[in-house]
């Protein structure tokens, strides 16, 4: 006798939940709390499981949530290929890790979202829940769809259609209070009236449905209204210092990208000011944790497992980073450790690093060329490159990557070239201070499409073309192809194209996402009223709003407009100075340096 649809349907479900169940046995950290009269929040990060558990900010918000007497959080994942192709047979809902519930059950589904590129897969998995993709479609008895994470406080727009509210700003700034004015709510069935006092209520708060876009004839944005009883502009909140809030691993998982490394997080922003770099302008200013402070997450993480990950925008820019190591190492721990800058490093931190287990270090030139290098307000030199690769090689240290980027603002094919010159240079410099006794072992190249970014001065830059960047990749790929102990790596630039899209675009590239949702997104371009191009290849007028343009990171936007036009000028600016410097507008509005 063969067994029913449903029988197929009930056994399936339950090897997905066995499978989640396992997961969950192998971690160390996890809240599994009964609901009783808690207010039930599904945390979603909207990429598969191991890359989830490697992000900082979703165990953070995930914590958070859990310490809180009112609240229950349970955490869900975009599902792999092998278990998509399970949910859709047997069709099962997407379900949580601790619980095994369906999202649908849950008073509220919130996704935090890191990279713009995750943003189809909020799509994916709200259709995978059983949940209507629109907000507008969403009645009483539907969770309420919210989103946080620093890819939505840069832009949310192409998200607008389907979120019924977002947090922008860092989590432990006030998203607590976001998810508590929404848990004494009382009720769904005045949804609209609750979402229009959320957004007046609580700062960061932004209700995608109380504001209206209005276009010009030419498809740029004439403005951008609020509806009455919503707030005009939306002021994301900062932390003004983060020793309150430490920021390291909650949850030790086996199956995480990054095994079960405990990461700690040494700061947040940077004060470099890279003109291409978001984190370094809306997380100004620069903060950096104490030392001791430091310690004691350390510490925490030392006593689970032997291995701590530093982990922050510049980590050697850290005043103890030197110091911190060499507790680590004094208590008998493994080290590992983010991006380091190369006027910053050198081989009293690289040993420290070898010592630690460290075997393979990350540098980001970004640029080939010292001129281009100028244009990003990178302020390396080539000397501070080389001496930093060979002190990396005295150390032992085996293993170097590089990262850089193709289709920056004024790049020309000189430029270009002078990405594997400067590797055979660095390589060159190695063998000739050692008298030919060393070599690297092997030198990664990580090359990577430029996607300009909001709130950095290249958001009025445009995207390159496709066909040039893919010809630009080559070049470099054939100028390194005789060198044994160089690997590239490349992104696809089709795919770069559609992030810049979602970075850049308004409620209408959200239109073009459910297009694509439903069908491809080659037939999305085709089937779209409006050409994308117009959003990822067109340059901005100094004077176009921005989509983003109704977000207060206290940022001046004239002050952007200056660094970009100071980067077309191959101009370099100071570091970012708090106790100086008043340019950008968060610190205040006096101007007491300029270069």
Not at 289 to 310: A, N
């Amino acid at each position: 006798m063969k067994p029913s649809l449903f029988t197929l349907a009930f056994d399936m479900s339950v090897k997905i939940k066995a499978r989640l169940k396992k997961l969950l046995s192998q971690e160390k950290g996890a809240y599994v709390r009964e609901w009783g009269a808690r207010w039930p929040v599904a945390l979603v990060y909207p990429q598969v499981y191991s890359v989830a558990m490697g992000n900082l900010g979703f165990q953070t918000i995930y914590h958070l949530l859990n310490t809180q007497p009112g609240m229950a959080c349970e955490r869900a994942f975009l599902p792999t290929a092998q278990d998509w192709e399970e949910h859709r047979r047997t069709r099962t809902p997407i379900l949580t890790l601790e619980s095994q519930r369906p999202l649908k059950d849950f008073a509220a589904v919130a996704f935090s979202i890191s990279f713009e590129a995750d943003y189809p897969f909020v799509l994916q998995i709200l259709e995978g829940a059983g949940i209507p993709l629109r907000a507008a479609d969403r009645g009483p008895e539907d969770p309420l769809v919210l989103a946080g994470g620093v890819a939505t406080f840069l832009n949310p727009e192409p998200l607008a259609p389907f979120v019924d509210a977002l947090f922008l700003g860092e989590g432990e700034a006030g998203a607590l209070d976001f998810f508590y004015f929404l848990a004494a709510g009382g009720g769904l069935r005045e949804r609209r009236s609750l979402l229009q006092k959320l957004a007046w209520s609580v700062p960061g708060a932004y209700v995608p449905s109380g504001y209206q876009p209005r276009y010009h004839p030419n498809g740029t944005l004439a403005a951008f209204e609020s509806e009455p009883g919503f707030p005009d502009r939306v002021r994301a909140p900062h932390l003004p210092e983060l020793a309150p809030f430490p920021t390291h691993s909650h949850i030790l998982a086996p199956q995480s990208q990054w095994g079960e490394m405990f990461l700690v997080e040494t700061g947040r922003g940077c004060s470099r000011g890279c003109r291409f770099c978001a984190a370094g302008f809306i997380y100004r200013p620069p903060r950096d944790r104490g030392l001791e402070d430091l310690w004691v997450q350390v510490e925490k993480g030392l006593m689970e497992r032997r291995k701590v990950g530093l982990v922050g925008a510049a980590v050697s820019d850290h005043p103890a980073v030197k110091d911190l190591c060499r507790k680590v190492l004094e208590a008998g721990g493994e080290l590992g450790i983010s991006s380091l800058r190369a006027d910053s490093v050198d081989e009293e931190l690289f040993q420290l690093l070898a010592q630690g287990g460290v075997r393979t270090v990350a540098l980001a030139p970004d640029a080939g060329s010292e001129r281009l290098r100028r244009v990003l307000n990178k302020g390396l030199t080539q000397e501070d490159l080389a001496r930093a690769v060979v002190a990396l090689s005295q150390s032992g240290i085996p293993q170097l990557r590089l990262y850089f980027m193709v289709g920056l603002p004024t790049e020309t094919l000189e430029d270009v070239e002078e990405i594997p010159r400067l590797v055979k240079y660095l390589q060159h410099c190695v063998v000739k201070e050692s008298q030919g006794q060393r070599r690297l072992g092997l030198i990664t190249l990580s090359l990577s499409s430029f996607v300009p970014k909001p709130f950095t001065p290249f958001q009025w830059a445009s995207f390159m073309e496709v066909a040039e960047l893919k010809n630009r990749l080559k070049l470099i790929q054939h100028e390194l192809k005789g060198m044994k102990e160089v690997r590239v790596h490349t992104d696809l630039p089709k795919w770069a194209y559609t992030q810049a899209l979602l970075a850049r675009g308004d409620r209408r590239v959200g239109e073009m996402m459910l297009l694509a949702h439903k069908t491809s997104w080659p037939q999305a371009f085709r089937q779209s009223p409006v050409n994308p191009d117009f959003f990822t290849l067109r340059e901005r007028g100094p004077d176009e709003l921005f989509p983003w343009d109704f977000i207060n990171h206290g940022l001046k936007k004239e002050y952007l407009w200056e660094e970009y036009q100071k980067a077309l000028e191959e101009k370099e600016s100071p570091r970012c100075l708090p106790e100086v410097c008043k340019r950008c507008g968060i610190c205040g509005d006096q101007l007491t340096v300029d270069s």
